[in-house]
């Protein structure tokens, strides 16, 4: 961790955002999440965050299809912060089978569902070719089943991710205790 990035705590917060982390500690069971300490530092990405992330989870994708691009973005994105926290959601509250969560931690094929498979490789092409993915991986997105609003939220689920995976890599964020169970 980068001593130059504080991870607040609601008693070291700027007074604005004390209400504010104090809320995300009580749905959080007590605690609050380090990511959130460090976005404290800027309340204009922590705003950010928040309200993509509220808007994300009213998106055309399915929670283990929204999960799945999180996943997939952090594994990508080097950002075992968000690793964790996306696998104790995923394991907790949406209930993803395990064989499906450990392929998408290891970055690996999910041999048991082809459309969510699909759905992973066109998050990967969306985040390495910026967007640019080219009517091959369109094609196979749409014969999967998935529609244009879809690929839409993806490119939408890529964005949140990279404010978390990005904010977590500048300082390297650490795993809170309570997520370090679902650490790789």
């Not at 809320?23 to 993509?52: D, F, H, M, R, W």
């Not at 926290?85 to 690996?108: C, F, M, N, W, Y």
């Not at 094929?109 to 091959?136: C, E, R, Y």
């Amino acid at each position: 961790m980068s001593a130059k990035f504080p991870i607040h705590t609601i008693e070291s917060a700027p007074e604005n955002l004390k209400e504010n982390l104090t809320a995300v500690k009580k749905n959080n069971g007590g605690y609050i999440p380090n990511l959130i300490g460090l976005l404290a530092n800027s309340p204009t990405a922590l705003e950010t965050y928040q309200t993509v992330g509220a808007i994300n989870r009213r998106t055309s994708l399915t929670a283990t299809e929204r999960e799945a691009v999180q996943i997939t973005a952090a594994v990508a994105n080097g950002c075992a912060f968000c690793v964790a926290g996306h696998t104790a959601v995923s394991i907790k509250q949406v209930k993803i089978p395990q064989d499906v969560l450990e392929a998408l931690r290891k970055g690996t094929p999910i041999d048991s569902d082809p459309k969510l498979n699909t759905l992973v490789k066109f998050t990967l092409a969306v985040i390495h070719n910026k967007g640019k993915v080219g009517d091959q991986a369109l094609d196979d997105f749409f014969a999967a089943g998935y529609s244009r609003e879809n690929a839409l939220d993806v490119v939408l689920g890529v964005s949140l991710a990279t404010l978390c995976n990005y904010a977590n890599n500048l300082i390297n964020t650490p795993i809170n205790p309570e997520l370090q169970p679902y650490a790789l």
